[in-house]
């Protein structure tokens, strides 16, 4: 009989076949009393050594298969397994109290799994993943021979026809270590959408389904069944008209996949003649190739913030810079723009040094702490100026609600220019500034607001939580904050209106801007660019040129 089970799809797609369930590991950690708490520690060190030499190896391993991006989060396991507060733990509880190395590790990944879960910010929730992988690393070293680490990696995908893996979760680690001829899809027990594991099977083009929960077991081997990554379903012993139904959609995804392939090249225009720019998104720059291999038209969200996330300090204005210029060399005269940073209510960066809010999201954020430290917004400014010089470089700020916001932050960027005239370093003199519309206060202050800057790009996420009064981070208000309210839809028209009357363009950069359910509106009042993940581009353009 058919079994229909419910999780999170977090890659897209379809899979057909049999299930392989993959053993759980490290349930339980023995503890043990060691004799000689030195001789321990030496061992947990020889572990370390090899565990970095296998993630330095895993890491030339996914940038040849996916790329710098997904690369470096091999980079960050091995600062994890570097970090002074990681190892003063393990080696504080091998020598205050005489435990073996592999239940101080195993204790010390669920205290620090236990904190980052507890963080605000679901990015670093999913950094709890990351944490235990690298530990769960150390200790197969620890409780294995080394010349047994290839068999094991050997026996953990079985031979034969390709297989639907399940598992109580999968670390990055695994992940990238799939065989993805024999892999169809994946699914596991926990997970969430914003963990690394998740971003690399989106990357591979595996369809994949986390958080279905403790009903998925080892009673699952070898049992028939369909994953739909798009509705997150896992169907276990489909009937013969689930199945046929399920097989013909697998085709008409092909066929659309290879229609899709056909646009590339041709213009976004409707059947009326009406133009909408179509730019994609992007948290780094090793995500450029995939914006290309899409055709986007240029990048209408670069989320710098990101080089914040994942940096351990400050990142220096060479380091940016470096990032910048690279992403503008490799989209040559495409347009690209850069919002500056906005750290702040989910995306918390420990060395910043934030002081914890009630409401974060009305809190200490984005442009708020440019304004306030402006040291730190003028090394990003540099950094941004002085890659101007390679490529088509906008600077946007976020989080914008007043004229006297974007007064100051042109006085600061006119502060940094005159700096880098009088050294003779070149930028682009003519650059142009945006700012993000995503809050009620800008939209009445619109046509005040675009006199000031050149454009305007519309964060859909902000805009709905503010214009609602609803928490994006609230998973019980997801009924009441609804994007397509009444409310929000005005925000963007009168916005639109706005900019198109003081002579400026306006684009939508939100998640909002990916709804096909919407592009007839966005025709309708006149938007002029979309900026969408870049798998979104092509079925975008077909929307469009449709109309």
């Not at 003063?88 to 020598?95: D, F, N, Q």
């Amino acid at each position: 009989m058919m079994r229909r089970l419910r999780g999170t799809g977090v890659s897209s797609g379809i899979a057909i076949g049999r299930i392989h369930v993959l053993a759980a590991k490290h349930d339980e950690v023995q503890r043990y009393v060691v004799k000689d708490a030195d001789a321990e520690i030496a061992r947990f060190r020889r572990a370390q050594d090899r565990a970095l030499q296998q993630l330095k190896q895993l890491r030339d391993k996914a940038a040849k298969d996916f790329g710098e991006g997904k690369a470096e989060l091999f980079d960050t396991h091995q600062l994890m397994l570097r970090d002074p507060d990681y190892l003063e733990s393990v080696e504080g509880l091998i020598s205050s109290s005489k435990v073996n190395a592999e239940y101080a590790v195993h204790s010390t990944a669920e205290q620090f799994a236990a904190m980052f879960r507890a963080m605000d910010s679901s990015y670093m929730q999913a950094r709890a993943a990351d944490v235990r992988d690298v530990s769960s690393r150390v200790i197969d070293i620890l409780q294995a021979p080394a010349e047994a680490d290839e068999q094991q990696e050997a026996d953990a995908q079985p031979q034969g026809e390709p297989y639907i893996l399940a598992a109580q979760d999968l670390d990055p680690s695994e992940t990238v270590q799939l065989d993805r001829s024999k892999v169809l899809a994946f699914v596991t027990a926990e997970g969430s959408a914003n963990s690394h594991t998740s971003i690399l099977a989106r990357s591979m083009g595996l369809p994949a389904i986390v958080g279905i929960g403790d009903e998925l077991n080892e009673d699952f081997d070898g049992v028939y069944a369909i994953v739909d990554g798009s509705q997150g379903e896992l169907l276990l012993d489909p009937d013969a008209e689930t199945l046929h139904e399920y097989q013909s959609s697998q085709q008409r995804i092909e066929e659309h996949r290879r229609l899709l392939q056909e646009l590339k090249g041709k213009p976004t225009v409707s059947g009326s003649g009406q133009r909408i720019r179509l730019y994609a998104n992007i948290a780094n720059p090793e995500e450029v190739d995939n914006v290309l291999a899409n055709d986007a038209e240029g990048i209408g969200l670069f989320r710098s913030e990101f080089l914040y996330l994942e940096s351990e300090d400050f990142p220096t204005e060479e380091f940016q810079f470096n990032a910048y210029k690279q992403v503008a060399q490799k989209m040559g005269d495409r347009l690209i723009v850069i919002r500056t940073l906005d750290i702040g209510a989910d995306k918390q960066v420990a060395y910043f040094g934030l002081d914890k809010e009630d409401n974060p999201a009305l809190g200490y954020r984005a442009i708020r702490i440019c304004l306030t430290q402006p040291e730190i917004f003028k090394v990003q400014l540099r950094a941004l100026l002085r890659a101007s010089a390679f490529g088509n470089i906008a600077i946007m700020l976020p989080m914008i609600t007043s004229v006297d916001e974007v007064r100051r932050s042109k006085a600061i960027i006119e502060e940094v220019k005159t700096e880098l005239r009088e050294q003779d370093i070149e930028f682009n003199e003519g650059i142009q500034l945006g700012i993000m519309v995503e809050t009620p206060a800008s939209v009445v202050m619109a046509p005040e607001l675009a006199k000031e800057v050149d454009f305007f790009s519309i964060g859909t996420n902000d805009l709905t939580q503010y214009t609602l009064a609803c928490d994006r981070q609230n998973q019980k208000l997801h009924q009441f904050a609804d994007p397509h309210s009444p409310a929000v839809l005005r925000m963007i028209e009168m916005t639109v209106t706005a900019a198109h009357k003081a002579g400026i363009w306006c684009g939508i950069c939100g998640e909002l801007g990916a709804d096909l359910t919407l592009t007839d509106t966005y025709l309708r009042i006149g938007v002029d660019e979309l900026s969408v993940s870049a798998p979104m581009i092509l079925p975008l353009r077909g929307a469009i040129r449709g109309r």
